[in-house]
C-alpha cells in the first residue's frame, strides 16, 4: 500500500540533545510537510518542501532542522535550540503542492522530553 | 492572513441522530475548504473537500458539508452518527498551497449508543 512512514512512533529526548525524526513516502509525491500538533491547538507548519534539495520555513521553525536529499524522504531533528520541543509530530505529502490538492499523513511521532 | 474557527470543543450526539461539526472561514478570495478526521495517536484522514461549484459536498463515510459564502461557513454534517464516527475533526482552509492550510483547533466529537 502507498503511504507515509513516521518512525519512531514514540520518541524521548534528553536535555541539550538533538534527536531526529524519519518520514518516508511512497507515493511519489513531490511536496512533503511537517507539522507540530499540541493539544486543543490546531497543526501548525514548521517546515516544507516542494522539490528535491529545496525547502522553507513554516510557522514555527525555529529550533528545528530539516533536509531532502530524495524525493521519498524527508527528516525532521529537532535541534537543543527548541526548549519545548513535546508534541505530537506529523509528516504529510501532497502530489504537487496546489491549493487544491488534498494532504496525505503519517500517523504521528510522539516526543517527549526525559 | 486566513483563519479557521471551530466554535465547539466538543460535540456529543446519540447514534441514529444527525451530526453538525461546525466551522467558520476568514479568506481573501476564493477559498479551498477541507475535513480531516484524527483518530487517537494517528494522523488526519481526508474527509472531503470544497473547491468550487455544488454548494454541498459529499465525503468519505457518509460525511457531507455545506459551503455558504455568504455565513462563511462549512459545516460538516451527517445524517445519521455512528459510535465509530467519535473522534477529533479539523476544519482547514488553503489558497495559496494545500500544506500552507490553517487549521482550526479542532472539535472532539463523542457518539454515544
Known amino acids: 500500500d502507498g503511504g507515509i512512514t513516521q518512525s519512531p512512533k514514540y520518541l524521548f529526548r534528553k536535555e541539550g540533545q538533538n534527536v531526529t525524526l524519519s518520514c518516508e513516502q511512497n507515493l511519489n509525491h513531490d511536496a512533503m510537510y511537517w507539522y507540530r500538533q499540541d493539544p486543543g491547538q490546531g497543526l501548525r507548519l514548521i517546515y516544507y518542501?516542494?522539490?528535491?534539495?529545496?525547502?522553507q520555513k513554516g510557522d514555527i521553525a525555529e529550533g528545528y532542522s530539516v533536509s531532502r536529499e530524495k524525493k521519498e524522504s524527508f527528516p525532521l531533528t529537532v535541534t537543543s535550540a527548541q526548549k519545548n520541543p513535546t508534541a505530537f509530530y506529523l509528516c504529510a505529502s501532497t502530489r504537487g503542492g496546489g491549493p487544491n490538492e488534498k494532504l496525505f499523513f503519517g500517523s504521528g511521532t510522539q516526543l517527549s522530553v526525559l | 492572513a486566513q483563519s479557521v474557527a471551530q466554535p465547539e470543543d466538543q460535540v456529543n450526539v446519540a447514534e441514529g441522530n444527525p451530526l453538525t461539526v461546525k466551522c467558520t472561514y476568514s479568506?481573501?478570495?476564493?477559498?479551498?475548504l477541507f475535513w480531516y478526521v484524527q483518530y487517537p495517536n494517528r494522523g488526519l484522514q481526508f474527509l472531503l473537500k470544497?473547491?468550487?461549484?455544488?454548494?454541498l459536498v459529499k465525503g468519505s463515510y457518509g460525511f457531507e458539508a455545506e459551503f455558504n459564502k455568504s455565513q462563511t461557513s462549512f459545516h460538516l454534517k451527517k445524517p445519521s452518527a455512528l459510535v465509530s464516527d467519535s473522534a477529533l475533526y479539523f476544519c482547514a482552509v488553503s489558497r495559496a498551497n494545500a500544506g500552507k492550510s490553517t487549521f482550526g483547533d479542532g472539535t472532539t466529537l463523542t457518539v454515544k449508543p
Open positions: 479568506v481573501s478570495g476564493n477559498p479551498y
Open positions: 470544497y473547491i468550487t461549484g455544488d454548494n
Open positions: 518542501s516542494q522539490i528535491v534539495n529545496d525547502f
